[in-house]
């Protein structure tokens, strides 16, 4: 059972527009929810992460909004770039004594933004 | 220049051979982690490490084996008991533990594990 998912494989947007990748989860233990980008055969890296005792969380042109009850996070790109161009993947971990790094991921969304 | 290196980015085996991937990491951290992705996937934990000498199995550990013998470095064998070994296999580091500010991994850029 996928506990964290990423129910769109791709996302196309006009360059300037809002992009919205969502992300569901089913283990009501996470508590911390993360987003990381990803290049074609380059590691992820880490774009903005939000705690359950947020709701919204905001970093320039990216915020993640949490929805508890629903168990869903949505990342908000705006306005979209080019460069934006990647997959994102969607993370949670559990507990406050959890490693860092130890989180599970989605499969992944993979954005594309026109000029 | 602080970082995580991966080696070598590129790797072929023989159906059978067991192969080790490097992982080294600059940032002082104490945790480190495996994670295998497989296309349109997304990442799974093979094996994490907390602190030297210690380590622990990920959801998918059958048919890898880690050592954690200074805390710089963490190499993942890939044996011959791993059914599927071609992957891209990506390595990580992070804080031990969750701070209350942003905490997140660092990852490396990955070793393409090809068998022929």
């Known amino acids: 059972d996928q506990q964290v998912k990423q129910n769109s494989p791709s996302l196309s947007v006009q360059e300037g527009r809002i992009s919205i990748l969502n992300c569901d989860y089913t283990?009501?233990?996470?508590?911390?929810f993360l987003w990381y980008k990803k290049y074609p055969a380059e590691g992820p890296t880490f774009l903005i992460s939000i705690s359950s005792i947020k709701d919204k969380n905001e970093d320039g042109r990216f915020t993640v909004f949490l929805n508890k009850s629903a168990k869903h996070l949505s990342l908000h790109i705006v306005p979209s770039q080019p460069g934006d161009s990647a997959v994102y993947f969607c993370a949670a971990s559990d507990g406050p004594n959890t490693n860092a790094g130890k989180s599970t991921f989605g499969d992944g969304t993979t954005l594309t933004v026109k000029p | 220049d602080g970082g995580i290196t991966q080696s070598p980015k590129y790797l072929f085996r023989k159906e059978g051979q067991n192969v080790t991937l490097s992982c080294e990491q600059n940032?002082?951290?104490?945790?480190m982690y495996w994670y295998r992705q497989d296309p349109g996937q997304g990442l799974r934990l093979i094996y994490y490490?907390?602190?030297?000498?210690?380590?622990q199995k990920g959801d998918i550990a059958e048919g890898y084996s880690v050592s954690r013998e200074k805390k710089e470095s963490f190499p993942l064998t890939v044996t011959s008991a791993q059914k599927n070994p071609t992957a891209f296999y990506l390595c990580a580091s992070s804080t031990s533990l969750r701070l209350s500010s942003n905490t997140e991994a660092f990852f490396g850029q990955g070793t393409r594990l090809t068998v022929v």
């Open positions: 490490s907390q602190i030297v000498n210690d380590f």
């Open positions: 283990n009501s233990m996470f508590d911390y």
């Open positions: 940032l002082n951290h104490d945790a």
